[in-house]
């Protein structure tokens, strides 16, 4: 079992040639000096190190990232 949370924006869509690279420290899209390109690495790392999961869905218009984290056993 999971908790999960989904996020969804209306901005431009994620282009397909990038999206696996969005989880990688220090990439990002914006103009030098603008960002550090460590957000979304530092999400993934957070959600792996709960042995969770993080996915991304999106086209021009629609983004939408699910985060799944797993529910303790009481067992």
């Known amino acids: 079992e999971f908790a999960c949370v989904e996020i969804?924006?209306?901005?431009?869509?994620?282009?397909?040639d990038i999206r696996e690279k969005i989880w990688d420290p220090f990439?990002?899209?914006?103009?030098?000096?603008?960002?550090?390109?460590?957000?979304?690495g530092i999400v993934?790392?957070?959600?792996?190190?709960?042995?969770g999961k993080i996915s991304?869905?999106?086209?021009?218009?629609?983004?939408?990232f699910k985060i799944q984290i797993p529910l303790l056993s009481t067992t």
């Not at 969804?8 to 397909?16: H, K, Q, S, T």
């Not at 899209?29 to 957000?39: A, P, Y």
């Open 8 to 16: 969804e924006d209306n901005g431009p869509g994620i282009p397909l």
């Open 27 to 40: 990439f990002t899209t914006k103009d030098q000096g603008e960002g550090s390109g460590l957000g979304l």
């Open 44 to 51: 993934k790392g957070i959600i792996d190190k709960h042995k």
């Open 56 to 64: 991304v869905k999106s086209f021009p218009g629609r983004t939408i």
